[in-house]
């Protein structure tokens, strides 16, 4: 299956370009048609608790989406990508504290951050293997939010930052008002996952799937992978990293929780739970966690044994996340229906 | 920062004996959970991420042994034996069916029982921080080496895990048990072809690993508190061993456990807040340098 995978990712470069704009098209509109059936939503529903778990949603969902674009994609496992969701908040809740610049200077001014601090961590992680990769992020992970522990000064050690992140106005967008926050958070989540799509399906987007299945293959032809996984390292960074943005502005704070290995383990279970084949798979584990936390965490308080069974189910029982098995069945029933060239 | 602490400790003979003390009872119990993990890791090339709650297990079945008997000896012994049968149907169980697995299913199942047995020892034994206090033949006063404080208990400590480090170390270089092991490491199917049972083999693997690492929590309940979250921290400091000295390697677990129990206890006297970042930025430069870890083999 290697193999054959590994065959497809020097096609699909001719093919990709002739079927690359339909496909654009088609995704931009989904887009599209998805924003406003979000941005409805407050006016058929009404429900702020609707609106919360939609925001919370929103910046975990492009956090395990950009985490999928590593794992699914490139097939880098990072046990520290929740760092950058961590930077991301901190980064942003600290502009707007110290500084007071508007909104938007401090979203660029924080991905700026994020790029640099991305590059000199992706530059150290990327030429490792598999599982010391994997620990290599988990440390730079600790070392952050050891970090952020330490440096109480600047950043409030454990109690975090408090004391709210004002939200002064622009562009006649009030981030204050809960439904600006909501609408907003709904621009940016989708205009995120029409951005990781585009990487996804582009030229880029089949080389990285072809590192995942042959490096050395990938090499020989020519490619430079280390410079190839970097680049998606720093890219998944700064999709983390505006989910982070998307948390502080929520919660009106940053905790240090946010930058704790627990982040990134929930990333790769999320991505587990919906799946790593599909693209919107990370999205779907996304709400499934947080509908199973909340009824959890209402149901009783030890939330960890119910968790961990679900966990057990989906990695020893079916072995693989729920948008696999829907898109299997299509692939079954369309199978039964006919043969169709693929 | 206070590295003026830092100085006039390392100008001191007294403070430098108590500080060098405890970071060598910190690299003992540190050394313990970590062979296991590089143990595990070396035969049966899991990464087992719930190692940590083989020490949390050891600590609360030797405080609950030693509240029922009164006796320590029964304490660290049934620290030991309860956690080996329960790293024995853990590997059996569970870990058996991810062998051969992407890591990431492994990690997960490990996550997943990370937050299970949590839960069960705050379940078992109540959320509250908990401390099986000192063994009565332990409360004596303290020696006086070069003016520094050392308590008999901590030798003790030192002492049976450097007996366990020399007899695990010889053990597996002599013993048929030992060769037997490092054959399974090397070649499971070729092993398995001659007629030895392989399965039984990672079992014990396993079930010797929970034992240290339940050694360790059982060691370590006199003078810790006791909580349900316990064991991860000594997860994440035994992952930095093992990485630090060398994934599979031994000596290079005993090595990376005492460097991390020293940055950890002078540490806290230069760095009072940033210690546990030294312990990072200690494995971030030698994995930079060296990626394989300081004893490591290159991994095929």
């Known amino acids: 299956m290697t193999e054959l995978q590994a065959g497809q990712g020097t096609q699909p470069l001719d093919v990709a370009r002739i079927d690359a704009r339909p496909q654009r098209y088609r995704d931009v509109l989904i887009a599209l048609v998805a924003f406003v059936v979000l941005a409805l939503l407050p006016f058929i529903f009404g429900s702020k608790q609707l609106l919360d778990f939609v925001i919370r949603c929103a910046a975990y969902g492009l956090f395990a989406t950009s985490l999928n674009l590593l794992v699914g994609y490139t097939g880098l496992i990072s046990f520290g990508h929740g760092m950058f969701f961590g930077l991301g908040a901190y980064g942003f809740g600290l502009m707007m504290q110290k500084t007071g610049v508007p909104i938007p200077v401090a979203f660029v001014a924080t991905l700026a951050m994020t790029l640099v601090v991305?590059?000199?961590?992706?530059?150290?992680?990327?030429?490792?293997?598999?599982?010391?990769?994997?620990?290599?992020?988990?440390?730079?992970?600790?070392?952050?939010?050891?970090?952020?522990?330490?440096?109480?000064?600047?950043?409030?050690?454990?109690?975090?930052?408090?004391?709210?992140?004002?939200?002064p106005p622009f562009l006649s967008i009030d981030l204050s008002n809960?439904?600006?926050?909501?609408?907003?958070?709904?621009?940016?989540?989708?205009?995120?996952?029409?951005?990781?799509?585009?990487?996804?399906?582009?030229?880029?987007?089949?080389?990285?799937?072809?590192?995942?299945?042959?490096?050395?293959?990938?090499?020989?032809?020519?490619?430079?992978?280390?410079?190839?996984?970097?680049?998606?390292?720093v890219l998944a960074a700064l999709f983390a990293s505006t989910g982070g943005i998307i948390m502080a502005l929520f919660v009106s704070g940053a905790y240090p929780e946010f930058a704790y290995w627990t982040i990134s383990g929930e990333g790769i279970f999320?991505?587990?739970?919906?799946?790593?084949?599909?693209?919107?798979?990370?999205?779907?584990?996304?709400?499934?966690?947080?509908?199973?936390?909340?009824?959890?965490?209402?149901?009783?308080?030890?939330?960890?044994?119910?968790?961990?069974?679900?966990?057990?189910?989906?990695?020893?029982?079916?072995?693989?996340?729920?948008?696999?098995?829907?898109?299997?069945?299509f692939a079954q029933r369309r199978g039964e229906v006919g043969e169709r060239a693929p | 920062m206070d590295l003026d602490a830092l100085a006039s400790c390392l100008a001191s003979p007294a403070c430098l004996v108590t500080q060098t003390t405890s970071g060598l009872i910190i690299g003992m119990l540190l050394f313990l959970v970590a062979v296991g993990l590089t143990l595990i890791f070396g035969v049966l090339k899991v990464v087992n991420f719930s190692h940590g709650a083989f020490y949390m297990f050891g600590a609360y079945f030797a405080m609950t042994a030693y509240q029922l008997t009164g006796s320590f000896a029964l304490a660290m012994l049934s620290g030991a034996v309860g956690t080996a049968i329960l790293g024995l149907v853990f590997e059996r169980v569970f870990m058996s069916r991810v062998y051969g697995r992407d890591v990431l299913m492994q990690l997960l199942v490990c996550y997943a029982f990370v937050l299970i047995f949590d839960d069960v020892v705050r379940m078992i034994w109540g959320p509250e921080f908990k401390s099986m206090g000192m063994p009565a033949a332990f409360q004596v006063p303290p020696l006086f080496i070069a003016g520094g404080v050392v308590p008999p208990y901590y030798l003790l400590l030192i002492g049976v895990a450097l007996a366990a480090a020399v007899v695990l170390g010889l053990g597996l270089a002599r013993s048929r048990i030992g060769k037997v092991i490092r054959a399974a490491a090397h070649n499971p199917g070729m092993v398995s072809a001659l007629g030895i049972n392989t399965g039984l083999i990672y079992g014990g693997v396993f079930a010797l690993g929970g034992m240290l690492a339940g050694?360790?929590?059982?060691?370590?309940?006199?003078?810790?508190?006791?909580?349900?979250?316990?064991?991860?921290?000594?997860?994440?400091?035994?992952?930095?061993?093992?990485?630090?000295?060398?994934?599979?390697?031994?000596?290079?677990?005993?090595?990376?456990?005492?460097?991390?129990?020293?940055?950890?206890?002078?540490?806290?006297?230069?760095?009072?807040?940033?210690?546990?970042g030294l312990m990072y930025l200690f494995m971030v430069i030698v994995l930079v340098s060296r990626p394989t870890g300081l004893f490591g083999k290159e991994v095929a």
């Open chain 1, 118 to 167: 991305a590059v000199v961590i992706g530059a150290i992680c990327v030429r490792l293997k598999e599982i010391y990769f994997a620990f290599v992020t988990l440390a730079f992970q600790m070392l952050i939010h050891s970090t952020i522990l330490s440096w109480q000064s600047l950043t409030g050690g454990d109690q975090g930052l408090r004391g709210g992140i004002p939200r």
């Open chain 1, 178 to 233: 809960h439904l600006h926050l909501y609408i907003t958070s709904c621009a940016l989540l989708v205009i995120g996952l029409l951005l990781m799509r585009q990487i996804a399906q582009s030229p880029f987007g089949y080389t990285l799937r072809m590192i995942r299945d042959n490096a050395t293959r990938a090499s020989f032809i020519g490619i430079d992978v280390w410079r190839a996984k970097l680049t998606i390292f």
């Open chain 2, 215 to 276: 050694l360790a929590g059982a060691l370590a309940a006199p003078v810790r508190s006791l909580t349900p979250g316990m064991g991860f921290s000594v997860l994440i400091e035994s992952f930095i061993v093992t990485v630090i000295g060398g994934m599979g390697s031994i000596i290079g677990a005993l090595i990376g456990a005492l460097l991390i129990g020293l940055i950890r206890s002078f540490g806290s006297l230069g760095f009072p807040l940033f210690t546990e």
């Open chain 1, 270 to 329: 999320i991505n587990m739970l919906g799946g790593v084949t599909t693209f919107l798979g990370p999205m779907v584990g996304t709400v499934l966690l947080l509908i199973l936390n909340d009824t959890v965490t209402r149901l009783t308080e030890y939330h960890g044994i119910v968790l961990g069974i679900v966990i057990l189910f989906f990695a020893i029982g079916l072995r693989k996340g729920l948008m696999d098995f829907v898109v299997e069945w």
